[in-house]
């Protein structure tokens, strides 16, 4: 579905990302996990056309992406759940999600009312507050409606970045088991957490990244057994203690 | 079809107008109604762009006064000393031209008003493409200063060069024939006409606008004001909204300058001057920003009291005044006021929901 070889990025001199290979394959949860300023967000954002590649390559079913323009990626079944949620905060929730739905919304209004029932199937919580102004909504709630918001552009491909973050732990473990059942319903996502171990916890496969390089990966059981990676980012002592 | 219905009123409202001034003998009135339609067509079209699309433009009289200007040049200046020349006798061919005498009886040979009209119209829209690339890639303060340095060569455009009369502007604009029998000018036997003319054009320019906003497009706009980043991760060609909504302002204000040029019979520098440009600002900002309704009640009330002289030789100072007090009591526009505070009295509780407020 994905196939990054060698890819290297940054922000005008400073290069974030140092040639980064990975893939993800069809209705697989892949990670990317590390530490602040590892590049995370720099290569979801690479992806997604956000920020300017310098060298390497992109694939995306098929196609390099790495020329393409932002707005037209999620065209082709690429979507970002951007870092912080960003929902568009004067908006109602059912408006957030029509414009997740802009790319297809020239197949009519038939299609988006199917999607937009959809995503009120799959987040409940949003069919209740439909007309609320989503700047309203609590943390959880926006990241609900941020992940619906990419879904309504049926894409083949969602990226998260951060999902769990500044959100109450009983929630993050909500959002994760939405997660898990949107690969379950066929998806794949591409998943970037600071939150290694529930990551891991979810996830089929994982990188991770260290001040711009692949450091580790392997199948999600392995990483959550690596002992490198247990120091660095889970936590060795709770580890053990389980 | 539902925005047709939400005009009507508005419709019935300028008609009961029309028949107060007649039954009170106060007809002079429409004068300024009409002006301050033809203003209220730019405002509206600034709304969309400011309001909608979050784009600031302190350069909109400039678009104005290229419209205004082109059309008033090309209907009144004479084309005799370039006869002859291919341009020339292309548009004499095409059948745009007008051969007529003026004032001293001299023979003229002039562009006819609606092509004149549909060329300042689209030269405005190129100008707002070209100055639009560049310029749209700047946000917030940068943008304003960008658009502001815009307005500010047209203005100093139109002072300098002879062809457009320097300081004194030019005059002696011919009426603009839209339809046989119907033409906008100054005249004061088609003074009711006009007035039916200037509110029948801000009309249909509202039905569009409000059509826009309520569209996919309208809705990409509102992503683009939240955040321009997210609403590309979207999908949404910020980019390209933003040019199509600051042309189609553009687009509007000319119409405006053109129109308005007919009527007044002719137009001197300070259309294109930036205290015009700060004060559709400001009127956009009173309605409320992302309140198309709002600005066009603020456009159509605020004009016409400049128009009638109400604020003296304070008018600039006026509308500064306005810009300060609006930003700082009530940024989301005249209207949330009321709303607010007739919620409040009809609940009859402190503590009332935040509906005004975005």
């Known amino acids: 579905m994905l196939k990054i070889r060698n890819l290297e990025s940054g922000y005008g001199k400073i290069k974030v990302l140092k040639h980064v290979s990975m893939h993800v394959d069809p209705g697989e949860i892949v990670t990317i996990i590390g530490a602040n300023g590892a590049g995370k967000t720099t ?15 992109a694939e995306f079913k098929g196609t390099n992406i790495l020329k393409t323009k932002a707005a037209v990626i999620p065209g082709l079944g690429c979507v970002m759940v951007p870092e912080g949620r960003q929902v568009f905060a004067t908006m109602t929730v059912e408006e957030n999600l029509l414009l997740g739905g802009h790319p297809l919304q020239k197949q009519g209004k038939q299609v988006m009312t199917e999607l937009l029932e959809h995503q009120y199937e799959l987040f409940a919580i949003l069919r209740d507050r ?4 989503a700047g309203t909504l609590s943390g959880g709630e926006q990241q609900m409606l941020a992940m619906g918001r990419a879904l309504m552009s049926r894409p083949s491909l969602v990226m998260m970045d951060e999902p769990s973050t500044g959100l109450a732990p009983l929630i993050v473990k909500e959002i994760f088991q939405i997660i898990v ?39 999600a059981e392995d990483l959550l057994a690596n002992q490198d990676v247990q120091r660095a980012y889970l936590g060795r002592e ?4 389980k | 079809m539902k925005k047709l219905l939400s005009i009507l009123p508005l419709l019935a409202v300028v008609i009961g107008v029309h028949l107060l001034t007649s039954a009170t003998d106060t007809m002079y009135y429409l004068t300024q109604m009409t002006m301050s339609a033809y203003y209220s067509l730019l405002i509206i079209g600034l709304c969309v762009l400011m309001g909608y699309a979050g784009q600031i433009s302190l350069g909109h009289a400039g678009f104005f006064a290229i419209g205004g200007y082109l059309s008033a040049a090309l209907t009144t200046r004479s084309l005799i000393p370039y006869q002859g020349t291919t341009l020339v006798s ?28 549909i060329i300042a119209v689209l030269t405005a829209a190129c100008i707002a493409v070209v100055i639009g690339i560049p310029v749209l890639k700047l946000k917030g303060h940068y943008l304003a200063m960008a658009t502001l340095g815009f307005g500010i060569i047209i203005y100093r455009l139109a002072l300098a060069m002879e062809y457009f009369g320097e300081a004194d502007g030019i005059s002696e604009v011919p009426a603009f024939v839209l339809l046989p029998g119907v033409s906008v000018s100054g005249n004061f036997s088609d003074r009711v006409q006009n007035y039916y003319i200037a509110w029948v054009l801000l009309l249909i320019g509202m039905v569009l606008l409000l059509n826009l906003i309520d569209s996919r497009v309208g809705r990409a706009l509102r992503g683009i004001h939240g955040s321009d980043e997210a609403a590309d991760a979207m999908g949404v060609n910020t980019a390209r909204f933003k040019l199509q909504t600051f042309v189609l302002s553009a687009v509007f204000a000319a119409i405006a300058g053109v129109f308005l040029t007919h009527y007044n019979g002719g137009i001197g520098p300070s259309e294109a001057g930036v205290m015009k440009s700060v004060r559709y600002v400001a009127i956009v900002a009173v309605g409320g920003m992302a309140h198309l309704w709002g600005a066009l009640l603020m456009g159509i009330v605020l004009n016409f009291l400049s128009l009638r002289g109400i604020f003296g030789s304070y008018d600039d100072a006026v509308f500064g005044l306005i810009l300060i007090v609006i930003m700082l009591f009530a940024p989301n526009g005249i209207l949330s006021i009321n709303v607010r505070h007739r919620l409040r009295q009809l609940l009859g509780r402190g503590k009332q929901d935040r509906a005004g407020e975005v």
Do not use: F, M
Request: glycine share 12%.
């Open chain 2, 90 to 117: 292309l548009l004499d061919s095409a059948g745009l031209l007008l051969s007529g005498h003026d004032l001293y009886g001299e023979a003229l040979l002039v562009v006819t008003p609606w092509a004149a009209c």
């Open chain 1, 130 to 133: 439909k007309k609320q102004l």
């Open chain 1, 43 to 57: 290569l979801l954002s690479t992806i997604a056309g956000l920020v300017k590649a310098s060298s390497g390559a």
């Open chain 1, 181 to 219: 059942r949107l690969r379950d319903e066929g998806n794949t996502v591409l998943l970037v957490e600071q939150n290694a171990k529930a990551a891991l916890g979810i996830a089929d496969r994982g990188y991770v990244l260290e001040t711009g390089k692949i450091i580790v990966q392997g199948p």
């Open chain 1, 238 to 241: 709770k580890v053990e203690e």
